[in-house]
Structures are given as C-alpha cells and as structure tokens.
C-alpha cells in the first residue's frame, strides 16, 4: 500500500478543488443558484476523495471497530460519488436552460433519489451487494458495485 501516493493525490485533488471554489465564489457573473450548484458538486468531490483515501489507510489496520468504520468510510464515499453525478448534472441542467424553477423541482428529486439510495446503503453492511470488508480489514467489490457506477453515471447523464 503506498500512503504516500494516496496522500499526494488526495491533497492535490482537494486543493485544487478548493481552489476552483474560491474562484468560482468571487465571480461576479454568475448567480447564486449557479454557485450553490457548483458548490454542491466541489463539496461532494471534496467529500468522496477524503473518504477514499481514509478508507484506503485504514485498509488493513488491525483494531476493535476498524471494520465498521471501513464499512461507515466506503458507504460515505458511495453515496458522495453518486451526488457529485446528480449535482453536476444539476449544474449542467441550470447552465443550458438558465430556468431556476426547473433545477429547484430536479434538486428536489435528486435529493429524493439520494436519500433512497443512502437508505439502500444501510442494509449492505449485512448483505454486502456493494461491497463487503473482510476480516482483514480489506475493501471487495460486491455483485452490484458496477451496477452501481454505472447506474449513477447514467442517470446522472440524462438530466
């Protein structure tokens, strides 16, 4: 395992991703939703590579609750990946139409369909479909993992 390349990815990305947003938060032509949505999509990034790499040192550590904190780490970066695809087809959904109603009434259903998918994370920990951690504190892909991506993906494309 190597700690240190998993280091100098994670804080590059987030430094980057901090950036973009300091950035983006001192343009003066664009408006607030644009910058909420841009927002949104940066702090789910931010949130899913923190998580990934915890997950990833915390990856054969030997302890007491080392495993159900591997199982809370990767259920956090799941569903933080999948709202960096909603919320960045909610941004691209506002920056082609310009129609803040129409993004309000898709944040709300993104927000229903991210609140189901957080629900059907909670019982992985038992059935292990997207993913199970063994004894040895090591992350596995379950059956539905691809599934998953790809579901997120897509559907994240068609908004």
Excluded at 21 to 47: E, P
Aim: include cysteine; charged fraction near 15%.
């Amino acid at each position: 395992m190597d700690i240190l390349g998993y280091f100098n990815a994670t804080i590059g990305s987030c430094l980057i991703i901090i950036l973009i947003a300091a950035d983006y938060l001192r343009k003066y032509n664009v408006d607030n939703f644009q910058r909420k949505a841009l927002l949104l999509v940066l702090s789910s990034i931010f949130l899913a590579a923190l998580s990934e790499y915890i997950g990833m040192i915390m990856e054969r550590t030997q302890g007491g609750h080392v495993n159900t904190s591997l199982y809370f780490v990767w259920s956090i970066n799941m569903i933080a990946r999948n709202c960096s695809f909603y919320y960045a087809a909610l941004l691209v959904d506002y920056t082609v139409h310009e129609n803040a109603e129409r993004s309000k009434k898709l944040l709300k259903i993104i927000t229903v369909i991210m609140i189901a998918y957080g629900i059907s994370v909670i019982p992985n920990i038992n059935f292990r479909y997207y993913f199970a951690i063994t004894r040895e504190n090591v992350f596995i892909p379950g059956t539905f993992y691809l599934l998953h991506l790809l579901i997120g993906c897509l559907i994240g494309l068609r908004f």
